[in-house]
């Protein structure tokens, strides 16, 4: 059951519930709905964790989830993933699931709401400079605006916002476009071929989230480790001085 | 023939066409990019993972080059401004 028309692009005019002035559009609930999964799932997992032998099944699943987004955060940044798994893993986990759920009739990804990848990527532009800032302090952070000239520093302003944009239009475009071939087909060769469509459409929905997740750790490990790098090419610079 | 007509038939040709030559870009370059992929793969082996991940974070940047055109050509399909405007001003 598809719930949003063909002619719309985004779920957002679709009010499920509205009282006065309070309207909850279908993006909102399916949001909380998913946000509130997960919160269950993982508070009633983590309520009595063990350390010993035996480790309840649910317990793995979490540790197998938490391992392996901490060894792709420490591929991409080698200095360490801790700082960093909360805010990429939740972003992981979040779109994964609402882009999963897109099986279940009569949901609705909220993913495949403008608005609700705007918000995410607008999380990722805010990160960038906090992380930044936190492991290089704001000057040397404001100073690799400026690098390696004054007039690049339109160019570097440019490039955030443009790459936020692409975050959005990106993770919206794959799953709306998704949805609405889903659309045109039931429309087409009603019976088997939309389910192979589906299927297809949970290694999309898997590979945008990884996607959006790796793209917002390289941004933020760029934004921390420009300053590293700069040192390092400062004390080579100074070391073959020396030898010369 | 009025502007509404002249408005509904430009956009519908503009939005085959932004699908049209905005596909062409990104299947070749993805194309070449999966090509080098397999064959650094077939090379090394044991590098599989990485070289993986770097393809896939690739290819989606290049993927969403054609996602760009494919919401272009919604909007003029489905949520055309000058479409309403048109309607509007007609009556």
Redesign the interface.
Known sequence: MEIVGIDQISPDQLIIWSWGYITIPVTILYTWLVMAMLVTVSWFVTRNLSSDTHVSRWQHFLEVIVTSIRGEIREINKKGADDYVPLIGTLFLFICLSNVLAIVPGYVAPTSSITTTAALALCVFVAVPYYGILSNGVFHYLREYFQPNIIFFPFHVMGEISRTLALTVRLFGNIMSHEKVIGILLSVTPLLFPVVMQTLGLLIGVIQAYIFAILSMVYIASATGAHEETRKHVTLVSEEGVGA | MDKISLVAMASIIAAGLTMAIGAIGPALSMGQAIQQALAAIAQQPDERN?LT?TL??GL?MI??IA??C??IS??LV??NPFWSHFVKAGG
């Open positions: 990485s991940r896939f974070v989606a993927e969403s996602i760009y494919f919401v919604m909007i489905f949520a």
